[in-house]
């Protein structure tokens, strides 16, 4: 063989392994991240999601590929949201934005690993067997958001003791909304506080809510736990301006938008977990074996410059007992 064909040969063989190292490279893993609200409203919390991956190795983009379905609040488009990820073959299914999508998800397969956040019993869903021991291919992290309504209402009293009537806005389609009005009417009932409930599932009736809170002269209002209101937040802290109307709120990013208190779980954390399971499945966990993280830690906020433009005096004690305090 001449010198000069034998060196285009290992030549045109040099320039090939390239291409049969990427062929030979396993496929990038994809997530399926199923939400029932909207990107814009919960990109911080899915910062907190990839910072949980980051935490278990995982990096969007680098060795990790996120599908991403939203459902703008129509909770009725879950279901096929759910089953394209399926059609898709995605690797793991983050269910987030509360009980539908998680439910819509299970639905959806019982085979791909499932990692939900809801704000209510995953058991009492029927998402797993037990807390410790889940016993399905569904797993995830517990908010306990619906059990803080009656919270909720002692708080906004120690700001405005002597209202008459106060406003709760609820989703009617929320899962979560009949167990936050038990809750609610019963703490009502044992202080003896006047309440009204407005319901709620589009930009339009929240006007119309409004609307009637100023019409029945309400003195505050509470706002329910719900991924709908949560992807309104800047209507509602508005609309609650506008109106000069005390309001309460489910998570601390109402507050830091304008809105005058919030009380609840810190749900980036609860994302960020979520996050971190989603990478122990990658790397082999079986989430049938994942304990259902529960959020135990409760954050209050206060924007003391709200409460100056509403000219309420809040309690030194309510300030001193709050995680954080906006000037």
Known sequence: MRRREFIKLIGGATAAWPL?????????????FLNSASPEAWAYLVTAFRQGLKETGYVESQNVAI??????????????????????????????????????????????PIVFTVGDDPVKLQLVASLNRPDSNATGVALLISELGSKRLGLLRELVPNVSLIAVLLNPDSPLAK????????????????????????????????????RLQVGALIVGSDPF???RRNQIVALAAQHQIPTIYEE??????????????SLADGYRQAGVYVGRILKGDNPA???VQQLTKFELVINMKTAKALGLNVPLNLQQRADEVIE
């Open 20 to 32: 049969v190292a990427r062929a030979q490279q396993p496929a990038m893993p994809v997530i399926g």
């Open 67 to 112: 599908d991403y379905r939203w459902a703008e609040g129509h909770y009725d488009r879950l279901p096929e949201l759910a089953a394209d990820l399926v059609r898709r073959q995605v690797r793991v299914i983050a269910a987030t934005g509360g009980s539908p999508s998680a439910r819509a998800a299970k639905a959806a397969t019982t085979t791909i």
């Open 179 to 214: 167990r936050q009005l038990n809750d609610l009417q019963e703490a009502a009932r044992i202080i003896k506080q006047d309440i009204h409930i407005l319901h709620s599932n589009s930009e339009d009736e929240l006007n119309l809510a409004f609307d009637t809170i100023v």
């Open 229 to 231: 209101f949560n992807s």
């Open 252 to 265: 601390r990013e109402f507050a830091v938008a304008g809105g005058l208190i919030s009380y609840g779980t």
């Open 289 to 291: 074996n994942l304990p």
